[in-house]
């Protein structure tokens, strides 16, 4: 899923192409695309952009007459943009501006992106999570938020009520940063981790949006992918830490995966994965020095 740092390039390319632009017209090409009937999609049509905001992992495009375009990307959703009017690539939608068309598409077949079509700020403000922009959030705020419920700190910094626009790739990014488990209570937390939380989150996000903004240039994001080489440890199970060599570890949920360094995180534990560590019982190896 686009995360904070994707979604903040996302809008930076657009605002060059689109800010100032008229939408032409708007072709859909799945019905689960669209979640909303009023105000009626053709409305926009015709409309100037005056300008792009996010909203958590939403990119939302606000229209003449106090109109809003949302777009939720989920999992696999991504962006496309062609300034050729007379090309189009097959997607879920295509947005065509008198600058370009941007086209919505979505990989498989679950059809999770969402396009909402919102009249009035009271509207667009409906749809906000509520969670926190640790770049605007003071350490007292963000520790409120953090501590509001006694969850695991994984969860916590993926919760969009608490903190807006992190997931699970970045979450697992600032959790190795600060060296953190993932499954430590929030609630649990000394002061001293919770600064070093703060401070993680902060310099992961700007980081890595930094990086994205200097690989995509002048041009539109291409590759956007929750698995980069130059991670840490999300996505890199069996590779070597980057700080201490020992090989990445992982936690296997439903459709997510949380990876960590045992030795950088967790003093050196493994930690259960719920359906592997309970299939090995006895064999499954509870430190990371029995691996090596």
Known sequence: M??????????ESLERRIVGARLLRVHLFSP??????VPPIASAEGKEVLGLRRVGKRIVIALQGELFLVIHLMIAGRLRWDEKRESARKGLALLEFDTGKLTITEAGTKRRASLHLLQGEAALAAMDPGGIDVFHAALRTFQEALTRE???????LTDPHLFSGI???YSDEILHRAKLSPFSNTRQLKPEEIQRLFESAKAVLNEWTERLRQQTGDGFPQKVTAFRDEMAVHGRYGKPCPVCGAPVQRIVYAENETNYCARCQTGGKILA????????????PRNIDELE
């Open 167 to 169: 997931g699970n790739a």
């Open 273 to 284: 994965d719920r359906a592997l560590s309970r299939l090995l019982k006895a064999s499954w």
């Open 2 to 11: 686009p995360e904070l740092p994707d979604v903040a390039v996302y809008l």
């Open 32 to 37: 689960f695309l669209l979640r909303t009937a």
């Open 150 to 156: 006694n969850h695991t700190v994984k969860r916590a």
